[in-house]
């Protein structure tokens, strides 16, 4: 017998933002299975229907019953809050049924009706805080380990994304809305707006508009969404937005476009302008070192040093990649170059800087090994993706070890003797730089 299960998304909980398919399926359905809230909240469409209510925790049963309902020839459909794809049930119903060996070309259909979720309804009461980039995090631990969750969090804090938060706090989970608040302050100005947003559509809906700072301490709840601004998110007349970017491009008075900016073409510091941006920079700032530009940027110094060696107009930098097979051969070379200064950063930020000769270097399996009567140095060599040879003239020069993620692993850099780089130092790095390198030659 053949049935069929659709997988409904109601929208936030008012019948009016409810899709037409969401209730046609409701309509066309034998049999309703939900959790009781949701049971509750759509009763007036349920006359004549089998019901099976479920409480919270009975997640998995709700998909076995679906699927044992839909397996008697009837036509089910598994209603979800928001939508049923978005923290809801179209994942577990997938799980179960391929689990039981069900193909998409078996005898049961399965239809998904996509709902409005939670954070396009709550936004709408706020004004337009997800007009740009966004994402959701799910604080509730129950399935997810804390510490992905704080990952998360970092990394979508880092990138300046507006956040929403699901799931934020329940009676039991009440401190990862304070431990998610600590993350966020971070890399946020304790001043970001902030909507706290409970019942979004429901009979006690309630809106809070408040800072980072204050967001822990407001009323929050289960039915609560959490959406969080970024670095350009704004309140103004009680509503709560997230520019498109428009100022970047157009003058506010005229609506014209800004000096080197075209309208429907990328901006000028788009993905293919942004090198040159980057070293029209460096040549307008010429004291700035390579961290200081990555900083300003938000980049790590291997994009730097990637964007310098893109062209030879950033003042007096220069770089240029070594050859991906050629990266042992460089710590052979610079046992040419004298004594050099070594640097290595450390994550948190302490820079160790060490005087050594190249020949101090020993290689042992994954490790550069460095050591003198003064120290031990051991550099993970398997960490090094790329080297650059970057100098600014009568300066630096130097080579950089950068790791597959572009931060720095370790750098090399010639001393100068009396003030003064020896001539035959700087030949033999300048013809290490046009032997290893496949772009250009050091200065002029
Ligand atoms: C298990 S998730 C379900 C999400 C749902 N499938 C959706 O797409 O909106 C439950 C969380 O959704 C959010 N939520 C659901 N309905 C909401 C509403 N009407 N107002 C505010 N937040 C809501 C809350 O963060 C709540 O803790």
């Known amino acids: 017998m053949s049935g069929k299960i659709y997988l409904v998304g109601f929208g936030p909980g008012a019948e009016e933002h409810m899709t037409y398919k969401a209730k046609s399926a409701i309509a066309e359905a034998d049999v309703v299975i939900g959790y009781t809230t949701y049971i509750k909240l759509v009763k007036d469409l349920l006359d004549g229907k089998e019901v099976i209510r479920k409480g919270m925790t009975e997640e998995i049963d709700r998909c076995i019953e679906a699927y044992e309902q839909a397996k008697l020839g009837k036509t089910v459909a598994l209603i979800s809050s928001g939508d049923i794809g978005v923290y809801g049930m179209a994942g577990p119903t997938y799980e179960v049924l391929l689990q039981a060996g069900w193909t998409p070309n078996a005898d049961i259909q399965i239809e998904i009706v996509p709902g409005s979720t939670a954070l396009s309804a709550c936004a709408s009461l706020v004004g337009a805080p997800l007009t740009h980039d966004f994402c959701s995090i799910s604080l509730s631990d129950l399935l997810t380990p804390w510490p992905v969750i704080a990952g998360r969090l970092e990394a979508a804090a880092r990138a300046d994304f507006v956040v929403a938060l699901y799931n934020p706090k329940s009676g039991r989970r009440t401190q990862q809305i ?137 003042g007096e930098h220069r770089a240029a990649q070594v050859c991906s097979d050629k990266l042992a051969e460089v710590i052979r070379r610079c046992e040419a170059w004298g004594k050099l200064r070594g640097i290595v950063r450390a994550e948190a930020g302490a820079v160790t800087e060490l005087f050594l000769h190249a020949q101090d270097f020993q290689q042992r399996g994954d490790w550069l090994n460095i050591e003198t009567d003064a120290f031990h140095c051991h550099i993970n060599w398997s960490k090094v993706a790329n080297a650059y040879f970057a100098s600014r003239k009568d300066k630096s020069y130097g080579v950089h070890f950068i790791d597959a993620t572009g931060h720095l692993v370790f750098r090399l850099l010639l001393i100068k003797e009396q003030g003064e780089f020896s001539r035959t130092q700087l030949d033999s790095y300048q013809q290490a730089w046009q032997q290893l390198t496949s772009t250009g030659a050091l200065h002029d």
């Open 178 to 314: 304070v431990a998610a608040q600590t993350i966020l302050l971070r890399y946020r100005d304790a001043a970001t707006p902030v909507a706290i947003v409970k019942s979004a559509y429901r009979r006690r809906q309630d809106i809070q508009l408040v800072r980072l700072d204050a967001m822990a301490e407001c009323d929050i709840g289960m039915l609560t969404t959490v959406l969080i601004g970024n670095s350009s998110t704004f309140i103004k007349e009680s509503l709560m937005i997230t520019p498109r970017g428009y100022a970047n491009k157009y003058n506010h008075l005229t609506g014209k476009a800004k000096a080197g900016e075209q309208a429907g073409v990328s901006l000028s510091m788009g993905l293919e302008g942004w090198y040159a941006c980057l070293r029209q920079y460096v040549q307008d700032n010429d004291n700035l070192t390579l961290e200081k530009i990555a900083d300003y940027f938000n980049v790590a110094v291997g994009e730097v040093l990637n964007a310098i060696a893109a062209g030879d107009d950033a």
